[in-house]
């Protein structure tokens, strides 16, 4: 099956600055790419994704890479609010092999510095 | 904006008992999920449900969990004879369609004690 790793764990920016945070996958199958935030007890919230056929998409402070070559994708955040302190989830999937259940990362707990 | 609803939003069980967590996702989606969140680790896919039967389940989907579409809203989740270790955080989460956003309820959390 599929496998996610995701790189730090612990990201620590300060305020303004950017964050990346990456991740790798291992099924060449899979083709969806979405990104979750998750604050303390809540729901995880889908932020961005991308899809195969594009290697770059934006959303204001919010962009995301993909290689399929190399199999990883990664979250750029620029401007770094206080409000963007959070855990941050990558996943994939292979939404053409079924019906598409999402492999997560591990998490990187997000904290913006002042 | 729709969204997915869950209830409870917290359950204490005795180990062994059963337990019944309820979702009703978004009205037009096809697609539901149930995924679970031990305290502090990632969120974890248990099973996905398509035209009212099983899609794709992973290996912690096992003979103790089940799940139902009682009528045309609400999707279950049953767990026949709880363990210490399903003490999670389970959420219901729901899709139009294949590689659609998946959009996830608030969570039920699950103590077992």
């Known amino acids: 099956g599929e496998n996610v790793e995701q790189h730090p764990s612990t990201l620590s920016v300060q305020e303004g600055d950017s964050a990346v945070i990456k991740c790798t996958y291992s099924?060449?199958?899979?083709?969806?790419f979405p990104w979750y935030k998750q604050e303390l007890g809540k729901r995880p919230q889908l932020i961005i994704d991308?899809?195969?056929?594009?290697g770059e998409k934006k959303d204001q402070r919010i962009a995301v890479t993909l290689n399929k070559t190399a199999k990883h994708f990664s979250l750029h955040i620029t401007e770094t609010q206080p409000e963007d302190s959070a855990v941050y989830f990558c996943?994939?999937?292979?939404?053409?092999?079924?019906?598409?259940?999402?492999?997560f990362g591990k998490g990187t707990h997000l904290i913006i510095q002042p | 904006e729709p969204e997915v609803t869950q209830t409870p939003s917290h359950q204490v069980t005795q180990m062994g008992q059963e337990v019944i967590l309820r979702c009703v996702p978004i009205?037009?989606?096809?697609?539901f999920y149930w995924y679970r969140q031990i305290l502090g680790q990632k969120v974890e896919f248990l099973v996905s449900?398509?035209?009212?039967?099983?899609?794709?389940k992973s290996e912690i989907f096992d003979d103790q969990f089940s799940v139902e579409r009682p009528d045309g809203s609400n999707f279950t989740l049953k767990i026949r004879s709880t363990k210490l270790e399903d003490s999670a955080m389970y959420f219901c989460?729901?899709?139009?369609?294949?590689?659609?956003?998946?959009?996830f309820g608030e969570g039920s959390w699950l103590t077992v004690v």
């Open positions: 989460a729901s899709s139009q369609g294949l590689g659609h956003t998946i959009y």
């Open positions: 099924d060449s199958a899979s083709n969806y």
């Open positions: 991308i899809r195969s056929n594009v």
């Open positions: 996943a994939a999937s292979n939404s053409g092999g079924g019906a598409d259940g999402l492999t």
């Open positions: 009205s037009n989606h096809l697609y």
């Open positions: 449900f398509y035209n009212n039967e099983i899609s794709e």
